[in-house]
């Protein structure tokens, strides 16, 4: 008999910033960059712990893991002292994954900085590389560079996981870094933006992610799987949901809302609201996996709980 799930939820990605105070190239002024949620103007503002709750509204949300928000690749290390700041102040969020460029000439010392960071539990950097699977053969992402890689291999001596943002057509690049780095845990963000919904890109996801989870390093995050100029809906996003759980086993898929950039296609309850009834035929076990306990396990977060200290005038502010 098919619940709803009402147990306690731990956000595995979303986003806090200040762009008037802080440097993020992309909020930053008048112009957009191209999006694939198309014009991003409206998240130009202010988001802090507060906004969050006011979104999440009736859903009991405990804890969340910060994702990197492109913050300046100039100043990495000021905005994990940033959001560390935050975390002290409203008790979220209670895992960090934060900044780190692997073929950079400082990557092994950004690296160390960033592990010595309380909550810090992972890194992510964008790999770039193709931008349609017409263009896979023509060129490589950084999984492939042998300077990046040199920087990935540093994750594991400081316990740390990769958070890796990058399209399915890519993933068998993916698949070469998990094999060749075991130790590492890669959680793939965004479920491996399935945004082609065409019959034969749906298919051509599913065998990439297929093979993916052959990985036993590799978890996903189901999350950022909106659709341009359509309202979120479990009928666009219900089969990419079970279907990437049935891949990967609810032991290795969590829950996110990716707020705030995920408001640009949908309420925080369209999403999670959407989640609960997408797997509301699942045993309540896998459930709280989903939603809860596989990002308390995989991001180790601080076992705090969100509150509305009127400190936000103490943070500092990192140019």
């Known amino acids: 008999m098919a619940e709803l799930y009402d147990g306690p939820i731990v956000d ?102 960033q592990a010595a960071f309380e909550r810090v539990r992972s890194v992510r950097h964008k790999p770039g590389g193709p931008a349609s699977p017409e263009e896979v053969g023509a060129c490589r992402t950084l999984m492939s560079d042998e300077r990046w890689r040199q920087g990935y291999a540093g994750l594991a001596r400081h316990g740390l996981h990769f958070d890796l943002q990058t399209p399915w057509w890519n993933l068998h690049e993916a698949i070469a870094l998990a094999r060749d780095f075991p130790a590492t845990r890669i959680i793939l963000n965004h479920a491996g933006l399935p945004s082609d919904r065409s019959e034969q890109g749906l298919a051509a996801w599913h065998a990439a992610m297929a093979s993916l989870a052959e990985c036993a390093n590799v978890a996903v995050k189901v999350s950022g799987i909106g659709l341009p100029g359509r309202r979120w809906s479990v009928a666009d996003n219900a089969w990419i949901v079970r279907e990437t759980i049935a891949m990967f086993g609810s032991e290795r898929v969590m829950f996110a809302s990716n707020f705030p950039v995920d408001s640009l296609c949908g309420s925080f309850d369209d999403i999670y609201g959407g989640f609960k009834r997408i797997v509301a035929d699942l045993p309540l076990a896998q459930q709280e996996q989903l939603f809860c306990r596989n990002a308390r396990r995989i991001y180790r977060t601080v076992p705090d709980a969100i509150r509305l200290d009127d400190a936000s005038a103490d943070l500092r502010t990192h140019a």
């Open 12 to 113: 595995a990605h979303h986003h806090f910033w200040d762009p008037q105070r802080n440097h993020h190239p992309w909020l930053s002024g008048e112009h957009c960059i191209p999006f694939r949620y198309g014009d991003y103007s409206a998240i130009k503002r202010r988001y802090f712990p507060a906004d969050y709750l006011a979104d999440a509204g009736e859903h009991p949300v405990v804890g969340t893991v910060y994702v990197e928000t492109e913050w300046s690749p100039r100043d990495p290390i000021g905005e994990t002292a940033f959001i560390h700041e935050v975390a002290a102040l409203y008790g979220a969020p209670n895992a960090v994954v934060a900044q780190a460029w692997l073929d950079a000439p400082d990557a092994a010392d950004v690296l160390e900085a």
